[in-house]
């Protein structure tokens, strides 16, 4: 051998047997070191401790038999060689293993020590290939990714500059322009524009095959994005002929999802939609709830347009994949739109599918959480199975100078969200997802691990923070507030779960009530105390 085993490990539990291919094994090479054990167990602990070169393996052992053998160790050292010892009536489980990530099998007394030898050369050496061929892969991948990053990036420069420049000329900025001119540029806008979309989305597919695409879920209205969303595309479907319609169950609550990504998906979703239906066609998007999956609402976009194959449909949310019998002038587009919408969706922990007939139009259909306070909270306010000691919360109540549909409320809300997040320990208190802005601004609420006192102190640097802000100033004004929280005295036959969902509740009734309690600084707001109940009487007060 070329590059001779260092260590077989035989796992072999007859004797006879394991006598045998030891006795071969010393025939077929001086320069190697055996050791041999007889039960899966002791084996698996073996190639942890001392990584074998080699496992030479019954599949029939006192503690694990046949299939279940094998798939053991290939998930304990998925990267060792395996050579199966198989029983002469057994040879088709043998070639099973071979198919599922074995190197090879031998008959139990049916080979000598050159066929052994041979096997384990064989074995070691495609173990060796498979392994650097995996990572001529991985290497290959990395540098199509980079690549593609690069690139992406290095377009999108020159691009902005097209399309800016075009906007400026067509608002007529620069002087008049001709009916003529003015169809020449829209076309040199609208290509730009496609430009622009095409290389997001290799940014955003070279992003989530790194694993670097991520979500920023709140608190939001699933009726606010689908709106939006065909807000934005409606000029497109009317351009083509196509209906746009909205179904929303009104009883459908309040969503726990990243609504710029939920925007995102829906976009994808209806902009194909309109793409692959003809005129007279519609796209309807609904939004709905089904008994079965309480814990999840159910939005749809159905077309009547041109509908999927059954072998398209099983590729359609793979990267870059379009169905060749889609291509036609119509087709815009990479074949990412479906995988990014496909990579969105998981990272809400939510599924999309699609059913659709050729010739009778496609629905796709994803989900996504709705919004639950108990499960948010679950993690940060119990410790050992039972509530935390103390709890409290501090209220910051951002208020925007203008309106904030104007300005750019986004990015100040985030420099916001950001110094908040600053100032709490990420283990043991959490920044609760707001709702959607709006034109009062929002009110962002830490619930903290912590007594009156501790929460008065976290509240006290929240508001150090915001006031050092420059970039904050100019936009808005902001409160910050505190209030210890009683937490349910009467824990007796309660489990955990309804324990938390009173805190919950409670939490969610002063929400509700604006969490205006008292002020770290400012004037001490209107509340009505009597209002609150007797359960909450003078909590919080920071005087
Ligand atoms: P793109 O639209 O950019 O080609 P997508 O990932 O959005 O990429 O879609 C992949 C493919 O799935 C499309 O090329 C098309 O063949 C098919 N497809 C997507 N949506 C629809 C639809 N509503 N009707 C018919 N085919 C569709």
């Not at 060796?128 to 990053?149: T, Y």
């Not at 209205?221 to 209906?243: C, F, N, P, W, Y």
């Not at 969902?501 to 209107?526: C, F, K, N, Y």
């Amino acid at each position: 051998m070329s590059d001779e085993p260092a260590h077989v490990l035989l796992i072999e539990d007859n004797p006879g047997d394991a006598d045998l291919v030891r006795l071969r094994l010393v025939e077929s090479s001086s320069d190697l070191d055996v050791s041999c054990v007889d039960r899966l167990s002791a084996g698996l602990e073996s190639i942890n401790q001392h990584q074998p070169s080699l496992v030479l393996l019954d599949l029939n052992l006192p503690d694990s038999r046949r299939a279940e053998t094998f798939r053991k160790v290939l998930n304990k050292a998925p990267g060792v060689p395996i050579v199966v010892l198989s029983g002469q009536d057994d040879e088709e489980l043998a070639n099973k293993a071979v198919h599922q990530g074995v190197q090879d099998y031998l008959v139990k007394g049916d080979f000598d020590s050159k066929q052994l030898s041979r096997a384990m050369r064989y074995a070691i050496e495609r173990q060796s290939l498979l392994r650097s061929l995996d990572m001529s892969r991985q290497q290959q991948l990395k540098f199509k990714d980079e690549f593609l990053s690069h690139v992406s990036h290095e377009l999108r420069t020159p691009l902005t500059s097209i399309h800016q420049f075009a906007t400026l000329l067509l608002d007529g900025l620069a002087g008049e322009l001709n009916p003529e001119q003015r169809e020449h540029l829209a076309t040199i806008y609208r290509s730009a524009n496609q430009l622009r979309t095409m290389i997001g989305d290799l940014l955003e597919a070279t992003r989530a095959e790194g694993g670097k695409m991520t979500v920023e879920p709140r608190c939001v209205r699933s009726s606010d994005m689908i709106h939006e969303a065909l807000a934005m595309l409606r000029a497109t479907a009317q351009e083509k002929g196509v209906g746009l319609e909205a179904g929303i169950d009104s009883r459908v609550p309040l969503l726990y999802a990243d609504p710029d990504r939920v925007s995102q998906i829906l976009v994808n979703l209806v902009e194909n939609g309109i793409k692959f239906t003809g005129p007279e066609g519609s796209v309807m998007v609904k939004a709905y709830l089904v008994d079965a999956d309480p814990d999840f609402v159910y939005i749809s976009v159905a077309d009547t347009g041109r509908g999927i194959s059954p072998e398209a449909k099983s590729l359609i949310f793979e990267r870059l994949y379009q169905d060749p019998n889609s291509i036609d002038n119509s087709r815009k587009g990479l074949g990412l739109g479906l995988y990014i919408s496909k990579e969105l969706v998981r990272l809400h922990g939510g599924r999309i599918w699609v059913e659709s007939e050729l010739g009778h139009g496609s629905v796709f259909t994803f989900t996504l959480s709705l919004f639950s306070l108990p499960k948010i909270l679950l993690p940060v306010i119990t410790e050992a199975g039972q509530l935390k000691e103390s709890l409290s919360l501090v209220a910051v109540q951002l208020t925007p100078f203008c309106n904030p549909h104007v300005g750019n409320w986004e990015a100040t809300r985030q420099t916001c969200l950001q110094l908040i997040r600053a100032c709490v320990l990420p283990d043991k208190d959490i920044v609760l997802p707001s709702p959607s802005s709006g034109a009062q601004g929002e009110v962002f609420t830490v619930v903290a691990s912590t007594d009156e006192h501790g929460a008065r102190i976290v509240a006290e640097r929240i508001q150090e923070r915001l006031e050092l802000c420059r970039q904050l100033k100019p936009s808005c004004a902001f409160r910050v507030s505190s209030l210890g929280l009683q937490l349910p005295t009467d824990r007796i036959g309660k489990s955990l779960e309804k324990l938390v969902q009173e805190v919950a509740d409670d939490i969610t009734r002063w929400l509700a009530q604006g969490l205006q309690p008292i002020h770290i600084s400012g004037e001490q707001p209107e509340m009505d105390k009597s209002e609150r109940g007797a359960k909450h009487n003078k909590r919080g007060q920071n005087e």
